[in-house]
């Protein structure tokens, strides 16, 4: 599975971004995708995982965040609102073929998996 993030960048305190991960090598619909961000000297975290038919969220962006994906145009997407002084970091896209695990298992084993991103820079910042 090849994945691809764009949609980083530069937002003020409280906007917005939407995140995008391009999805190629594979058939998106037998597959769990997440996010995982990683801030400078800490370590990576994940923020929000999918499934066909579940999602799951970290207690630090639900509310905030919303994950999507478009298996007909082979993309996931983090739409992030209100974005805080703690959200900037690296954001990754993962795949791993775990939809027999409920989302939560699914996302602490995309951790483990072989397929992500190159990574987005999001930075939040007046």
């Known amino acids: 599975v090849h994945l691809v993030e764009s949609g980083g960048g530069l937002v003020q305190p409280g906007g917005s971004l939407r995140l995008s991960c391009e999805v190629s090598?594979?058939?998106?619909?037998?597959?769990?995708f997440g996010w995982f961000r990683q801030a400078p000297g800490k370590e990576r975290e994940g923020v929000s995982c999918?499934?066909?038919?579940?999602?799951y969220y970290a207690g630090s962006v639900k509310g905030r965040f919303t994950i999507s994906r478009d298996n007909t145009e082979n993309t996931v997407f983090l739409q992030m609102n209100s974005l805080e002084p703690n959200d900037p970091a690296v954001y990754y896209c993962a795949a791993g073929a775990f939809l027999r695990q409920t989302i939560r298992t699914a996302c602490n084993s995309l951790r483990e998996s072989d397929s992500w991103g190159q990574g987005t820079q999001v930075t939040v910042s007046s």
């Open positions: 090598g594979a058939t998106m619909a037998y597959y769990t």
């Open positions: 999918i499934s066909t038919s579940d999602t």
